[in-house]
T-cell receptor, first 115, second 115 residues
Framework: DAKTTQPTSMDCAEGRAANLPCNHS???????VYWYRQIHSQGPQYIIH???NNETNEMASLIITEDRKSSTLILPHATLRDTAVYYC????????????????FGQGTILTVHP | NAGVTQTPKFRILKIGQSMTLQCTQD?????MYWYRQDPGMGLKLIYY???????DKGEVPNGYNVSRSTTEDFPLRLELAAPSQTSVYFC??????????????FGPGTRLLVL
């Protein structure tokens, strides 16, 4: 699986958009970009995923660059409850052409939303 | 649906004791996973299963055993508890391990303290 690089921490004002970057320069053509978050002491929560196109759901938007080497998770109107650790993960098909769904969780980005 | 449930929520073990962490999912998912998370760190995969009767090692399997006799249940066994196994354990499941269907759903976790 490709490795990802994220900033250690970010701050955001409540009501503003939070833009969380992720670099995944070694991503292969059939690997997806996944975003999860973990609110203190809870299990990780799925947010969104994408392959090539930008994606949007009720929680967030995912912008993937054309070369797929980086992406940005956008929380359009951050609230205090969005304070969490956000994980950018690349996963999908391994070299053998099959996948067992392994997600490699790095350190993630600690997002703090301020009043 | 209850999703992924884990029991117990918290447990204190003495060195050398054994215990089983329970995990059940009611989403008819084929894939199930066990992760551990040490303080301030990301999640590390212990074992995973792609279906009933099939299990395989993840990144940190030493000191643990698993079984998968049914689709719903994936218990994690600690045979001889050691202080290094003090951690929070998360169980997760996904429909499959392929691309779009890799989204993993996590349980609330089991906090284990080995003294």
């Amino acid at each position: 699986d490709a490795k990802t690089t994220q900033p250690t921490s970010m701050d955001c004002a409540e009501g503003r958009a939070a833009n969380l970057p992720c670099n995944h320069s070694t991503i292969s053509g059939n690997e997806y970009v996944y975003w999860y978050r973990q609110i203190h002491s809870q299990g990780p929560q799925y947010i969104i995923h994408g392959l090539k196109n930008n994606e949007t759901n009720e929680m967030a938007s995912l912008i993937i660059t054309e070369d797929r080497k980086s992406s940005t998770l956008i929380l359009p109107h951050a609230t205090l409850r969005d304070t969490a650790v956000y994980y950018c993960i690349v996963g999908g098909v391994n070299a053998g052409g099959t996948s067992y769904g392994k997600l490699t969780f790095g350190q993630g980005t600690i997002l703090t939303v301020h009043p | 649906n209850a999703g992924v449930t884990q029991t117990p929520k918290f447990r204190i073990l003495k060195i050398g004791q054994s215990m089983t962490l329970q995990c059940t999912q009611d989403m008819n998912h084929n894939y199930m996973y066990w992760y551990r998370q040490d303080p301030g760190m990301g999640l590390k995969l212990i074992y995973y299963s792609v279906g009933a009767g099939i299990t395989d090692k993840g990144e940190v399997p030493n000191g643990y055993n698993v079984s998968r006799s049914t689709t719903e249940d994936f218990p994690l066994r600690l045979e001889l508890a050691a202080p290094s196994q003090t951690s929070v354990y998360f169980c997760a499941s996904s429909y499959s391990g392929l691309g779009e269907e890799e989204t993993q759903y996590f349980g609330p976790g089991t906090r284990l303290l080995v003294l």
